[in-house]
């Protein structure tokens, strides 16, 4: 390791490698399955999951959806979205 600065450190090796692995691994089942999987991140309260709810509620009829919904703690996003009859999967993540 080679000391940058006061605040910055460069590391040899990439600490991401297994997670980019995998992510390369499910884009290509993706891929392969012709299915478009889109991952929505930002601030809580940013308004992800509204903007969600009001784009299933536009696109439902022409695609099949389905959402898997990560929360620290709460169910409430995975029921905003079942309330669009969309399927969604609640994993919580705190």
Not at 29 to 42: C, H, P, T, Y
């Amino acid at each position: 390791m080679e000391k940058i600065n006061d605040r910055l450190v460069q590391l040899e090796i990439d600490v991401l490698s297994a997670n980019d692995k995998k992510a390369t691994q499910n884009r290509e089942k993706f891929i392969a399955d012709g299915v478009l999987a889109l991952n929505l991140v930002s601030s809580p309260g940013s308004g992800k999951t509204t903007l969600l709810c009001n784009t299933i509620n536009k696109i439902k009829d022409q695609y099949k959806l389905a959402v898997i919904e990560g929360d620290q703690q709460t169910l409430n996003d995975a029921e905003r979205i079942r309330a669009t009859g969309c399927r969604a999967i609640q994993i919580n993540t705190g």
